[in-house]
């Protein structure tokens, strides 16, 4: 099994804290490996300490499920086909900003981001994902 690398990971995390500067939201950004162990962890100054969890389990929710933690959502509403599956595996997160990492095709791990809006979460998260496709 292919895995990112503390490098590849720290890529990641420093794009996420340039993109949440640049957005001027403190964030709580979580790497984790393909295993869904944490790699990389940062919390941003005044970032919510709630988030620091959240960050990591849409980190491992994106990996765990290898699609986006807000598309499992989509899926995990009352009446869906996956209802209630984020009572597993320790608790998921199931809105977005997560989002695995690909390298070569292959899913090396995900990150997580948590600490201001959806839509900033999610785009803090996308900024790491892209410094891998570069």
């Known amino acids: 099994m292919s895995t990112i690398t503390m490098h590849q990971a720290q890529s990641v995390l420093n794009t996420c804290l340039n993109k949440s500067e640049e957005l ?6 979580a790497v984790v490996d393909a295993g869904g162990n944490l790699k990389a962890f ?33 899926i995990s509403q009352p009446g869906g086909p996956l209802f209630n599956i984020e009572v597993s595996n320790g608790g998921l997160i199931t809105f977005p900003g997560g989002i695995p990492l690909v390298l070569d095709g ?20 996308r900024a790491g994902v892209e410094i891998l496709r570069s």
């Open 24 to 29: 001027g939201v403190a964030m709580n950004i």
């Open 106 to 125: 292959q899913i090396v791990g995900a990150v997580g981001v948590s600490g201001s809006t959806v839509q900033d979460d999610l785009e803090v998260a």
């Open 42 to 74: 940062a919390r941003m100054d005044g970032a919510w300490l709630g988030s620091i969890d959240i960050a990591q389990r849409k980190a491992r929710t994106a990996r765990f499920f290898n699609m986006e933690s807000g598309a499992l959502g989509e």
